[in-house]
Structure formats: structure tokens, C-alpha cells
């Protein structure tokens, strides 16, 4: 266990989350490009890794730290990724950032029918029909 390392990953992935509150699903480090989609495990699990490592380290002042967001148009309702280089945007607090995760969560469950959380991520039967589908084609 490396909490310098740990650190350092939980802020380089804060800079890969946009205004809104979402992240990028993942990002070609070189090219400065990545893929912005509607999964929302990609920025609850910023909220989730700063609490653990938190609690792991008592380290309370990684909230404080100032990271830039990106910054682009937000997906429409029938598209599901858009791969890009992003701008960099307005720069916040680590506890912002995970507060943005938080309260696009609760907007999205605010305008979900019924009373259970529903993610809004990408199904393992859609992963496997896209995966099998990749595969057919080589």
C-alpha cells in the first residue's frame, strides 16, 4: 500500500470529471482524449475511493486540493458516448467534486420511476451483446 500513490491516482481521476458532476468512463493519458457516457459508476467511485482512502489514512486535507474539471456538452438522452478531447474547465475543491457526484446521483434518481436507486450504467447482458458483437467482426 502506497498512500502518496493512491493519492496522487484519486486527484488525476477528479481531473477527468466534467462541471456536471459525471466522469469520463475512461482516457488516453498521450492524446488527452476520452469517452464521456451515461455510466455512473465512473464518478461514484471517485466518492467512494476519497472516503476509503480517508478513512485508511485520516488524510482529511486531500478535500481541500483544487482540481480542474472538464468541460463539454453534455450527452443527449439517444446518444450513448462521445469520445473526444475535452476542455478543462473551472477548478474546485476534491469535496466539490465528489459533492457534483453526489447530487447528479440524486438527480438522476430523483427523475427515475419508483422508489429504488437505479444506476445509470451500462447492463452486463449490453456489455456481453457489445463485447460478442466486437468479436464477431475480427
Known sequence: SDPARVRAHILR???HQFEEGDALHWWHPPLGRGVRTHCSDDYLWLVYVTGRYIEATG?????EVE?????GPELRADQQDLYAHFATGETQSLFEHCARALDRMVGFRSRSSGNSARLRTNSV??????VGACMHKT
Open 13 to 15: 481521476s477528479a481531473s
Open 59 to 63: 488524510d482529511i486535507s486531500i478535500l
Open 67 to 71: 482540481v480542474p474539471f472538464l468541460s
Open 125 to 130: 447482458k449490453k456489455a456481453e451483446q457489445t
